[in-house]
């Protein structure tokens, strides 16, 4: 059987940008959700998954090209804290693509465009820190082994590959070590591709002090890897850590900045105000440093991600005529 086609490298073919979707927790509590949990948004999974198919749906009718599914917090180990059955566990993981896969083809039915790609569903891989919910998913300090690591993810990771996700997301990665780990996984799985996305300490090093050009020569060889970049970061430090990026990479860049404001791992609350960055001016910038793959993470919205796919979007015909 031949290798399936890199999902990423289809859509840039034909596009400039490939826009993702922005917050999935934001938009869920301001349907209502409470998210003050080890699961978070995981939690809705049992709740009212019918609110995350319906967030999906948002994003996809805003213009995303992507959905990232509610597995960031979805694990064996976090279900397990419930008392759920390891079968049980990996059900509901299969299920956060489900709902996405749901959505994506629910509005494609009745939305299909020859100005835009059908959509991809990326299932998210968080780190081992989220799970732990204790902060170091910020730090990357986890003092584990490779194999402790590699135990944790791998079943996840199989579970969101046989429900036939068209990539794996792995984001808010703090550390080398455990880029190191789930790009190895990934090699497990022969005709899967992922994206890896790292969380910031500055716009010169991930969370745990790792210079970007160290972790664009980690994967810049593992040809499953099909996109690095960042995530979770303030918008500020984009522009110059996609320059890093891309420096030592000919994989497009990954970014999808937070608001802008600060997040306190021990309340899990946010504080500040939304930075005066906004996506779709800024994506300028982002776009001329090397990044290929642009959207929002925490705090951000469907106008968001809106605005960004209508600049995109009239950027490419304005393309096309000239």
């Avoid at 003050?36 to 995303?64: C, M």
């Avoid at 951000?300 to 809106?306: F, R, V």
């Amino acid at each position: 059987m031949p290798k399936k086609l890199n999902p990423i490298e289809e859509i840039l073919a034909a596009y400039p940008v490939m826009i993702l979707d922005g917050a999935l927790a934001t938009e869920l509590e301001r349907h209502g959700c409470h998210l003050d949990d080890p699961l978070w948004s995981a939690k809705v999974l049992l709740e009212n998954p019918e609110l995350i198919y319906q967030v999906h749906t948002d994003y996809f009718r805003a213009g995303a090209d992507c959905a990232i599914t509610a597995s960031y917090q979805a694990t064996v180990d976090g279900f397990s804290k419930r008392g759920m059955e390891e079968a049980v566990a990996l059900d509901l993981i299969k299920k956060t693509v489900q709902l996405a896969k749901k959505a994506r083809d629910d509005f494609w039915e009745g939305n299909e465009q020859a100005n835009r790609p059908k959509p991809l569903v990326a299932a998210s891989i968080g780190p081992y820190g989220a799970y732990l919910a204790d902060g170091s998913e910020y730090r990357g300090n986890y003092g584990v082994t490779d194999e402790v690591l590699a135990a944790f993810h791998r079943p996840r990771m199989a579970a969101l590959i046989e429900a036939g996700v068209d990539v794996l997301a792995i984001e808010t990665i703090p550390s080398l070590q455990e880029a190191r780990v789930l790009a190895s996984l990934v090699k497990e799985f022969p005709e899967a591709y992922a994206w890896l996305s790292f969380s910031l300490k500055n716009d010169a090093q991930i969370s745990d002090g790792t210079p970007l050009e160290k972790c664009a020569d980690l994967l810049d060889g593992n040809s499953q890897i099909a996109s690095i970049g960042i995530n979770c970061a303030p918008a500020s430090l984009v522009a110059e850590s996609v320059k890093r990026l891309s420096a030592r990479t000919e994989k497009p860049v990954i970014v999808y900045p937070n608001s802008g404001e600060a997040y306190d791992a021990a309340t899990k609350t946010w504080h500040g105000h939304e930075s005066d960055h906004e996506l779709d001016h800024e994506s300028d910038d982002w776009y001329r440093a090397g990044a290929r793959l642009i959207g929002g993470c925490c705090r951000t919205g469907p106008q968001h991600i809106e605005r960004l796919s209508e600049k995109w979007r009239a950027a490419e015909k304005g393309l096309e005529r000239a």
